[in-house]
């Protein structure tokens, strides 16, 4: 075999060796880059209940996931409100009168101080904008390093978490019974009052939108002494005018969520969980338990319906209405559940635990915190699961393995590797029949 022939042959080997490093290279890279940040094309938790149908549920594979306890970082307030995710794995939660940025380490990137305290969870926008609601009665927009953006105000305290429609406006109500649609620049579209003469209403629930664009959400009828009455589950058309009304005695806290069946499922004080149909809003069926729902159902991709009860019991119920499973703390549940990838369902109780639920209601894990749990789970894109206790700690479980995800690039990657290797080979055999 010549010298030319040599040198082919020996730059054909060259290659192929630093394209199989160099696929090594970008897999793995890859891989850690997916895990630590759960990116994605959106954020994989950007709002309350993780998506604008507030089904709690995040998409579902096959594969188990393992979840230790990863860290703890204080906010050094009060939570009630529920983390979010953005699409750099970054957490956002509220405490206290303070929005927090905290990456996936648990060190604080930034927080920005408002004038009274939020109780609204957040909601990302796709450009990464922030949107949350407080007690000085605005909402407002911040960039994702924290710099307001834009306040709209209004005549009450927002606790109502806001939803982001595929157009990119904003929904949400106010404790004066008002539904507001904003654009992105914070200009209203239109807003919708569901209150009466002389009469007290809130909305502490938080919006939901179903594929058409209706919106659904509850009010509640406060007396002169405060406490909850009357409650209505309204359903709004995209023009902003009412749909329909279903009305229970007791009142509604619980977020709607809109299930694949085409029915609205919402907690009621009266103890019960409703299935009401979507178009006309009449009674599907309901679901009784021992104490007042003011958690919000989470939806599995069967169709199965998770939501705790002041009973100190989480339901697993099917889509007819009937009782699959049950599981029971020792406190009560105000906080909502959240489906993960391998469908265990996570939540918190007032008896200070954090408890893992496999889906046949056996439970995976608890974790027992310093305080009550009233904040929902939000979960990342590699499986691991962010959620506060009422003194202001948040809770990282971080996945163990990290799942690996194959992208366009490392298949052409590999068909460069297979046809290197059938170049080098054929020079190799051509030079030794030569030889």
Known sequence: MNLSKRWMKSCSVIIVVTLILFSFLIMFSGSNEVSSSGLSESSPWPCFR??????????????????NDGWNTSLASDVVGSPVINQDGDIIQAAGDTLFSINENGRINWEYTFDEIIQSTPAIAEDGTIYVGSMDRNLTALDSDGNIKWRFPTESRIDSSPVIGPDGNIYFGNNDGVVYNLNSEGQKEWNISFK??????????????????????????????????????????????????????????????????????????????FAIDQEDG????????????????????????????????????????????????????????????DGTIYFGSFDEKIYAVNPNGTQGWNYTSDSQILSSPAIGGDGSVYITSYDGLLHAFKTSQRPLEISNLHIIILVGIIAGVGISSSYYFKGKKEN
């Open 282 to 341: 009449t009674e599907v069926w309901r679901f009784g338990t021992a104490g007042p729902v003011f958690s919000s159902p989470a939806i599995d991709s069967e169709g199965t319906i998770y939501i705790g009860s002041y009973d100190e019991t989480l339901y697993a119920v099917n889509r007819d209405g009937t009782e699959k499973w049950n599981f029971t703390t020792e406190g009560w549940i105000f906080s909502s559940p959240a489906i993960g990838q």
């Open 196 to 273: 009466g003469e002389r009469e007290m209403r809130m909305i502490q629930s938080s919006p939901a939108l179903d594929d058409d664009g209706n919106i659904y959400v509850a009010s509640t009828r406060l007396s002169q002494q405060g406490a909850l009455t009357d409650g209505w589950l309204h359903a709004i058309n995209p023009d902003g005018t009412e749909k329909w009304t279903f009305r229970r005695d007791l009142g509604i806290a619980s977020s709607p969520a809109v299930g694949e069946d085409g029915n609205i499922y919402i907690g009621v004080g009266d103890g019960h969980l």
């Open 50 to 67: 993780q998506n604008p149908k507030r089904t709690g549920n995040i998409e579902q594979d096959s594969n188990d996931i393992e979840l």
